[in-house]
DNA sequence: CGCGGCTTTGATGTTCATCAAGTAAAGTGG
DNA sequence: CCACTTTACTTGATGAACATCAAAGCCGCG
């Protein structure tokens, strides 16, 4: 795994680099990194499973996550996907004792952890630092709800340009990238199944608006993907 | 308004008396109450919509709320209902500087109003009531995911099975309850249109599953209900 | 080499939105 | 207070969008 040896040495200092502690003193700083450590994940390697006890507070310092969860049936549904320094992993961190989400990595990724006691510890002496953790919480939630709320307001063609665009202008920033996600999880991200997944990037290939190799997707007509997206 | 007259006295003392505020001393209690006022709103009253500014932080006291969006087209969606000490208010409050959503009143409500930058100034100097505020903020947003979740998951019998249910067991605590929404925002809240939603609840009544009398909706069968939300 | 999961395409069926049309209720202005 | 207008409610008929089912090729992995 390159990416995680690379970052092996430089990790110690990362929670004093991390932008998340901005606005934390020395001592603050060497009491987290006391409880701290790090994961290093392979693609589809599980972080944290929906019901596992939360003892750590955990964020992502390189690669890509799903955030997911199981309805009734047992059939898996992916609420959202985190890039380094989103705050997904703060979701229900610190008004549930359990998770209720599972979150799995959808490329190699490095994870840090710092106990979630310890966290709390320190905002509790340092309130401006909690206010500043009330906002991560506060985006991260919203990110989760609005794109929720969009993704339910289109078709199928409109769910698959919003998923393309937010990998080529959010995620990626260019327009031809690796797809991270299988169909079937493509499906399971914007509520759909993967034949309709396929049918519909098949039918876009044939129009020219993308180009498939292997796992590499390329944008071709960006517009026409957003006004898709508009008025589905 | 009878409510409202009957709360007005007290009211003074309410930021004293809210469990939100526990853990406060008298000083910072004071400080709060300085700058914290409170509105009455009759049912349907607007108390702010997407897109004004946010100044000030609001949580209701007596009532009930509905927070919604607008999607693309206009078409209005509600997020979320919420009950006395639901933290609803919370949400975008401390990220963004304008709301993305707005809140209205769906029965005759009290709402109190804290001065936004003076709860900030607080919490800086009392990191444990940060704590308790992360809290707060991570299960308002935690019931608004889960809830859009179970919604998304059920066809439209199990929606309208489960909204009663939440009438009933969650909201009023009875299961004869005065219905505070209209058909038209009964399909905006759980994503169905106004003609199903009537249609659905003209045949639980012919089934003798519930009762309606005006807007007096009884629940007569709630077995059945919970039944026919889970496996749909 | 063979098994299971992922991918693809086509045919079929169901669910739900849309359209239309009419009744009841509630707010508005003279 | 009554005529008027608008908004809410209700039912039925139609069609479109999407899920489901089926079947076959593909790829990676043990």
């Known amino acids: 795994m390159k990416i995680a040896e690379s970052h092996k040495e430089e990790c110690k200092s990362c929670i004093y680099s991390s932008p998340l502690f901005d606005g934390l003193d020395e001592e603050e700083l060497a009491f987290l990194a006391k409880t701290s450590s790090q994961g290093f994940y392979r693609k589809s ?43 997904i992993g703060l979701l229900s961190v610190f008004s549930n004792t359990h998770y209720k989400y599972s979150l799995t990595a959808l490329e190699d990724s490095i994870i840090y952890y710092v106990d979630l006691a310890a966290l709390k510890h320190v905002i509790s002496n340092n309130g401006k630092f909690g206010v500043k953790m009330l906002a991560r919480i506060s985006e991260a939630a919203d990110k989760v709800i609005t794109t929720t709320f969009e993704i339910n307001n289109k078709n199928l063609r409109g769910r698959i340009a919003y998923i393309l665009l937010d990998f080529t202008e959010n995620i990626y920033k260019k327009n031809s990238f690796e797809c991270p996600v299988s169909r079937k999880e ?25 180009e498939i190799t292997g796992k590499t997707v390329k944008v071709l007509k960006a517009d026409f993907l957003h006004t898709l997206q508009r008025l589905a």
């Open 186 to 210: 493509m499906g399971q991200l914007i509520g759909m199944t993967t034949e309709n997944v396929i049918r519909i990037l098949s039918e876009f290939r044939k129009d020219g608006i993308i």
């Open 45 to 87: 390697e599980v972080i944290f499973n929906e019901n596992d006890e939360i003892l750590r507070f955990c964020f992502l310092k390189l690669g890509l996550l799903k955030l997911s969860k199981k309805d009734e049936e047992g059939k898996c549904h992916i609420i959202n996907i985190a890039k380094p320094n989103d705050c």
